[in-house]
């Protein structure tokens, strides 16, 4: 099956920097989408992206849909504390099941 | 707005007993989804529902079965429990399958 490589793994940063995370696959997706999870809840979506080249924003939080399709990232600007969480990367082909990267654990530091 | 609930929240069982977890959402969604989250390995699929009256075996179906009661209601159930099967555990809806997935918040169940 499609197997999707999230990375960095966990990430330690001072409150207000800057955070970038990606996922990459060798298969090509129809849809990537991003999700947030919060301790001890289940994952909210943050942004999806339908389309090769799409870059999308949501606030401080922007995500590009990669050219080739196999890949996506997500960059999160002047971090403060309640970013805090499991950032899951998800690709999807049409009518197909989601497959998740295995997350980024992200630390603020205030 | 309840969204997707599931019980219970947590649960301890021991090895061999059985058990169901349920999951009902209120969006009138067509898609369920029943996950398993593990450390370092995301939500892994086991079994999904496309619409009501259809399930599907996801990536991981080895020891559950699950049944959709209603478009509302899609169960998880565990027959003989594994201490392989200690996992968080996730329902998901969506419009219809493929679509941004909404989630419960999980049941954390423990096999000893």
């Known amino acids: 099956g499609q197997q999707l490589n999230q990375s960095p793994q966990s990430m330690f940063i001072q409150e207000g920097e800057d955070v970038s995370m990606n996922c990459t696959s060798s298969?090509?997706?129809?849809?990537w989408l991003w999700y947030k999870q919060d301790p001890g809840e289940g994952p909210v979506l943050l942004i999806a992206?339908?389309?090769?080249?799409e870059l999308t924003s949501n606030g401080r939080l922007t995500a590009q849909f990669g050219i080739t399709r196999k890949d996506s990232f997500l960059n999160i600007s002047a971090s403060i504390p309640s970013d805090v969480g499991i950032y899951f990367c998800?690709?999807?082909?049409?009518?197909?099941?989601?497959?998740f990267g295995a997350g980024t654990r992200l630390t603020v530091k205030p | 707005n309840a969204g997707v609930t599931q019980t219970p929240k947590f649960q301890v069982l021991k090895t061999g007993q059985s058990m169901t977890l349920q999951c009902a959402q209120d969006?009138?969604?067509?898609?369920m989804y029943w996950y398993r989250q593990d450390p370092g390995m995301g939500l892994r699929l086991i079994y999904y529902?496309?619409?009501?009256?259809?399930?599907d075996k996801g990536e991981v179906p080895n020891g559950y079965n699950v049944s959709r009661l209603n478009k509302r209601e899609f169960s998880l159930r565990l027959e003989s429990a594994a201490p392989s099967q200690t996992s968080v555990y996730f329902c998901?809806?969506?419009?219809?399958?493929?679509?941004?997935?909404?989630f419960g918040s999980g049941t954390q169940l423990s096999v000893l």
């Open positions: 529902s496309a619409s009501e009256g259809t399930t």
């Open positions: 998901a809806s969506s419009v219809i399958l493929g679509e941004k997935l909404f």
């Open positions: 992206l339908y389309k090769a080249g």
């Open positions: 969006m009138n969604h067509n898609s």
């Open positions: 998800a690709g999807q082909l049409l009518g197909n099941d989601m497959r």
């Open positions: 298969s090509i997706f129809n849809t």
